[in-house]
């Protein structure tokens, strides 16, 4: 007499691993990339352009949003509820002040918890420091039970330092850059096709020496605008067209006539950059010096890495 047991046990953990059952139908699941960022200059949206291709490549069905944009994140939050662990989340930012941004900080507050699911955060940065952007979206998704399967950090232009003549970040990300973010993407989709996906450390996070960590902790973009650029509106230059206030990725211009700037701005300057009357002026002269002594200073290498 044979014992087919074990045979139907195997089966039933096959089963259960690559289908799902439901209202009797079994269908096969389905791996699968949400791909979520913040990019008021578009270095972080390159990056993210970059996975989303890569994942299309690999033939893995693939969303992507953009936090600036401000739409409602529910639909996103669905997928993952409902995906569980068959999905992953690319979070991405730009490094503020050794932060990741307000918006992708409070869209990870937002997300459902203990879905199961997987991410990946990464950041791009200007050359000054990555700081502890990495560490806190870490900590920040594992408290939500998201376990993480790699991280990156990216070198890229300062997006302070737009009209300086050799800006910090210049020419980055570089197709190198994108290479390895190629890369960060096909091991992250590997891994969650095996049984156990092997996680990284949050303590690899937590790359920056411990003093400079704890100084970092303590400096907030709140704190820090006190020293950065006060921008002013030329009134005579100024058309009143708007585009400042549709290009701002929270909201925080108002017009009265002429646009007046929210204390929720988070000093991404999209609204002079993007001002087609050049109306909006700022000396960044002070703190663009300041930024390149505190890149000299820390000297972070390697400029991009990937966790995985
Ligand atoms: C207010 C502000 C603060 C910044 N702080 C840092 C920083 O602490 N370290 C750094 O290397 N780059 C810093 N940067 C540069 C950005 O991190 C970098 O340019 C990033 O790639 C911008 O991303 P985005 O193009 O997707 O907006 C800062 C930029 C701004 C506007």
Redesign the pocket.
Known sequence: MTDDAPLASLRETILARNYIKEKGKVTKKEKQAVIVYC???????HISRVAENKLEEMKIPVSMSDLGKREDMSPIFSQIREAKNNVCLFIGS?????HAVPPVMKFISELPENTGAYAVPFV????????IALYEMGTALKAKGFRLLGAAKVL?????MWQSESPL?ESHPDAQDDKMIEEIVAGVMKKLSEKSPKEIALSDLAYQPKQVHAEMEKVTLELAKAH?PQRKVVEELCSKCGVCGEVCPVGAVSFSPFPEFGGNCI???SCMRECPENAIKADFSPIEARIRARAEKLSERPFTKIFL
Do not use: D
Not at 39 to 45: A, D, E, L, Q
Not at 94 to 98: D, M, Q, T
Not at 156 to 160: D, E, K, Q, R
């Open positions: 990019s008021p200059s578009g270095s972080t949206r730009p490094v503020y002040v050794s791009t940065w200007g050359g000054a420091s990555s700081g890229a232009l300062h997006s302070m970040g950065m000093l991404c300057f």
